[in-house]
């Protein structure tokens, strides 16, 4: 019995290590601001001025092949219609998942009274950040 229950706590012991061991680190949110506040803003702005260089020049190769001109214009055009023009945002809270880091904004828009949170997803390749994701959602998106 004693090496049954010898065996469980080394099968525990060695569970909570590979758990230590293997979780990613904690985000260094200051890190994490220092590129993305300035990269979301240059995004959101670009909404607003319907600038597609802007728009796109921090994007990953598959959010510039997915972000096509046309579909810049036709989801700048449903997102104004729905939400009205950026105003501003506050950084809210920042998650790891894998190789991404997801940041998120409580934004406001002139034609939606509730925030819209903006979901901007990062990916990092050879030492520079890269948008590999963005949502919106709010209330009036949603409708």
Excluded: C
């Amino acid at each position: 019995m004693k090496r049954y229950a010898l065996l469980v706590v080394m099968i525990i012991v060695a569970g909570a290590a590979a758990y230590l061991l293997l979780r990613p680190p904690p985000l260094d949110e200051a890190e994490v601001r220092g590129y993305a506040d300035p990269i979301s803003e240059k995004i959101l702005q670009a909404f607003n001025s319907h600038d597609y260089a802007s728009f796109i020049s921090d994007m990953d190769q598959t959010m510039r092949d997915a972000f096509t001109m046309p579909r810049f214009n036709e989801t700048v055009t449903v997102t104004n219609s729905k939400i009205g023009d950026y105003v501003s945002k506050e950084y809210w809270k920042a998650e790891r998942s894998g190789g991404y880091i997801s940041v998120y904004y409580r934004a406001r828009f002139t034609g939606e009274t509730s925030d819209v949170t903006v979901r901007v997803v990062f990916s990092e390749d050879s030492g520079r950040h890269y948008v590999s994701g963005l949502w919106f959602d709010s209330p009036n998106l949603r409708s």
